[in-house]
């Protein structure tokens, strides 16, 4: 079984207190992780972007601090600001995982992107509802 290099999305809406964002960031990665059969070991890197207006703990902490499943001490995690657009959604936290997952025909599976509490908003098409 080949292994494809691919980066999975995800988004999620918080409130800005650090029960929240601990909360709502370990439940989207833990699904990104399960639906899409993630081993820690696959991960390259996990990249998290937040709203200017969330400020009270960086998700990439968050994560370190919950628990979504994984041993997230594995792969390196980075947090950064999302560009400020006029009218754009607030109280959102992103994330772009970038991983390798087992390809038995050497194409890259389906993608099972994760938009929760909200946020399905920003990717109606990849919203998902748990």
Known sequence: MA?????????????NTAESITENVCLMCCELFTRNNIKAEDIVSLQFTITDDITVLN????LRKG??????TKFPLFCSQEAKIDGGMKFV???LL???VDSPDGNIPERKN???NGAEKLRP?????I
């Open 3 to 15: 292994k494809i290099l691919t980066a999975l999305r995800g988004a999620v809406c918080v409130e």
């Open 59 to 62: 998700p990439a902490t968050a």
């Open 67 to 72: 628990d979504a499943g994984l041993d997230v």
């Open 93 to 95: 936290v992103r994330a």
């Open 98 to 100: 970038t991983t390798y």
């Open 114 to 116: 994760v938009y929760l």
């Open 125 to 129: 098409d990849w919203g998902a509802k």
